[in-house]
């Protein structure tokens, strides 16, 4: 982890002719031991450059000369961590101790939900703004949300971090699902109308860390970098009515929709017998109607088959493999799933179907951290036959998509958001070597992240151009410090 973070380099730029905006931007170029642009194979020695908030140029070795060398590091497009519970980062007493010592499902949950009916609004406050940063020094640049409470939406807003926010109904009892429907309508009042949503104040302001200041480009508010969605939470717990109108109004606002699905063996014993310790747990809860369970996860995968917008399958761990709309992609939890204990998952089945699969880290309750890079080294692990470059894929490219993003993120390409992270080059492994692979059979941690443009950490072997200084002048305290748990 560098001592300081680097400011942007205020003398010597490049202005960018082409560059929107009142003022043309300067423009930076970086270049690494490997570029990897995830939408083309990496490029040695490549280089690439940023105006303002924007990629640019990636071009390789020699075709264009670059501002700052960063040395033996690979540059990769920002990590998409498309699932998360940000408000469960002070839940770690759930999680399970191991696979052999997981609790069933159902009374996880059962601990999930004591936690959250004793947790007051600073406690969750305090718990997003630790997964927001736990996020950024794991080089996650976007995040999908479930958020519980929508006045978390402002912490959300204000931090660096790019997002959707997917809004978590419930309600299997009539009542509890028309208050759910109509707590999702408001949440989705502004993409319903088309109101174009500002966060007030810089999306930096009010992050826990003094080194993300504003770029001198510019001292006025930036657009919102989150989204709204919602999230009818998963078939044991929301009526058969309401994940109708949550669909629909999703449809309206042409907002992504967030669903768990066949996470468990109870899960599926609910829906086909309507006992077991689903029904228990629900009852206990005082929740329980049968009258509105859904029929079957087949029924439910037919009705969003017509939402036209992204939807995210959670989990899937006990759904047979099957052919899906272009749209709808399978989400694996890696460790969570390990974590419980389940059967091998249909990784391979989804794939041989053709369907969209992306990692994420899932929550604290259930996971040791929200470093994501960990994920895919944990699937590296389990199946090495499967490509480097495609495991990577799953937590840029892929989850872009999956985000309905993948015009603006997920890949390093001209016209795209210039959002990165750095990563050393791994000790011991030759530097011929894929650098995808590198990656991935090594621990090295994330050493540096850009957020629109603005480095919120660099790398301490940063290389200056003689011609350039070394900076603005404007000095930045380092960030914590970052490791892969």
């Known amino acids: 982890m560098p001592a300081a973070i680097a ?26 031991r490997w570029v990897v642009p995830m939408d083309r194979p990496p490029l040695p020695g490549g280089v690439v450059a940023v105006a303002g908030d924007t990629i640019v140029s990636v071009t390789p070795a020699g075709e264009t000369p670059a501002d700052v060398d960063l040395g033996d590091v690979i540059l990769l497009p920002g990590l998409i961590n498309v699932h998360t519970h940000l408000d469960l980062s002070q839940a770690a ?14 009374d996880w949950l059962e601990q999930v939900v004591a936690i959250r009916r004793h947790q007051t609004f600073a406690q969750r406050q305090e718990a997003m703004q630790a997964g927001l940063l736990a ?83 510019s001292a006025e508010p930036a657009p919102c ?35 768990h699905l066949a996470e468990s063996q109870e899960e599926a014993e609910l829906l086909h017998t309507r006992r077991g310790a689903f029904r228990d747990l629900l009852q206990r809860l005082g929740v329980w109607d ?18 036209r917008g992204p939807v995210l399958w959670i989990h899937a761990n006990y759904l047979a493999p099957r052919s899906l709309p272009a749209h709808h992609t399978v989400v694996y939890c890696p460790r969570t799933h390990a974590a419980f204990g389940h059967s091998p998952y249909p990784l391979p089945g989804w794939r041989h179907a053709g369907v969209r699969l992306c990692l994420a880290t899932d929550s604290l ?3 040791p951290d929200l470093n994501l890079l960990a994920e895919a080294r944990f699937v590296h692990q389990r199946y090495p036959d499967l490509p480097a470059e495609e495991v990577l894929g799953m937590i840029t490219r892929e989850a872009a998509a999956a985000l309905g993003s993948e015009a603006q993120l997920g890949t390093l ?4 958001a210039a959002d990165l992270i750095v990563l050393p080059w791994p000790p011991g492994i030759p530097t011929h070597t894929d650098p995808c692979r590198a990656i991935l059979e090594s621990a090295v ?14 790398p301490n072997n940063r290389r200056q151009s003689p011609s350039l200084p070394e900076n603005d002048g404007e000095q930045r305290p380092a960030p914590p410090e970052n490791g892969e748990q």
């Open 365 to 367: 309750a259930s996971n």
């Open 290 to 307: 049968p009258a509105g369970l859904i029929p079957s996860w087949e029924a439910l995968l037919a009705w969003a088959s017509s939402h």
């Open 225 to 259: 970098r989150w989204r709204r969605g919602v999230s009818p939470h998963a078939p044991y717990s929301v009526r058969r009515e309401l994940f109708a109108a949550a669909l629909d109004l999703a449809a309206q606002g042409q907002c992504p929709v967030a669903i």
């Open 413 to 416: 390409t001209p016209g795209k």
């Open 445 to 458: 941690p994330v050493a540096g992240v850009m957020i629109a443009g603005r480095w919120l950490s660099v």
């Open 93 to 106: 007493a759930c999680r399970p101790a191991s696979a052999s010592a997981a609790v069933p499902l159902p």
């Open 7 to 32: 400011s942007c380099l205020a003398s010597g730029a490049k202005t960018n002719p082409h560059a929107s905006g009142r003022r043309s931007a300067r423009v930076r170029s970086y270049q690494a």
């Open 135 to 217: 996020c950024w020094q794991a080089g996650v640049t976007t995040v999908g949300d479930i958020v519980t409470d929508p006045q978390l939406w402002p912490m959300l807003t204000r931090s660096p971090l790019r997002g959707v926010a997917f809004l978590e109904v419930l309600g299997l009892t009539l009542p509890r699902a028309e208050a759910a429907r109509r707590a999702a309508e408001a949440w989705l009042t502004p993409a319903l109308s088309g109101a174009s949503s500002l966060a007030g104040t810089s999306p930096l302001a009010g992050f826990p860390v003094s080194a993300a200041a504003p770029s001198s480009e």
